[in-house]
């Protein structure tokens, strides 16, 4: 373990160390918060995926959202990539395509805050032939 050496050396591990806390008591019960998941296959890292799932992790701690943001591999949507599924407690999942950072923050401040539906939500129904 590296010694301390200065205030802002501390601050930097109090701020680690409250981030790990976080993290994991929202694992005890991640049924009863809001769970994003947001695709991270190879396709879903070339449309900007982790751009994206940056920004939803920025705007849920700024806005103290009690969501979990996690990523998942192929959601099976190459051609909507990036996709991001939001699952609210007790509710379906809806999964939302073309997610851009804009479009991050709109799902978080109309469809999560607001229960106001957006463009762009893939059909629960979709099936491959």
Do not use: W
């Not at 010694?3 to 694992?27: F, P, Y």
């Not at 049924?31 to 991270?40: F, N, P, R, T």
């Not at 805050?113 to 032939?129: R, S």
């Amino acid at each position: 373990m590296t010694k301390i050496k200065s205030l802002d050396e501390l601050r930097k591990r109090k701020e680690q160390l409250e981030h790990r806390m976080e993290i994991r008591d929202k694992s005890d019960h991640p049924e009863s918060l809001v769970q994003i998941k947001v695709a991270m296959a190879t396709c879903g890292i070339a449309s900007g995926a982790r751009t994206v799932m940056n920004a939803l992790v920025e705007k849920i701690k700024k806005e103290k959202v009690p969501a979990i943001v996690t990523q998942t591999g192929c959601m099976g949507y190459c051609y909507a990539e990036p996709t991001v599924e939001v699952k609210k407690p007790g509710q379906d999942p809806i999964v939302f395509s073309y997610v851009d950072v804009k479009k991050a923050e709109e799902i978080i401040d109309k469809y999560i805050l607001n229960n106001e539906l957006l463009d762009g939500i893939l059909p629960a129904n979709y099936q491959t032939i």
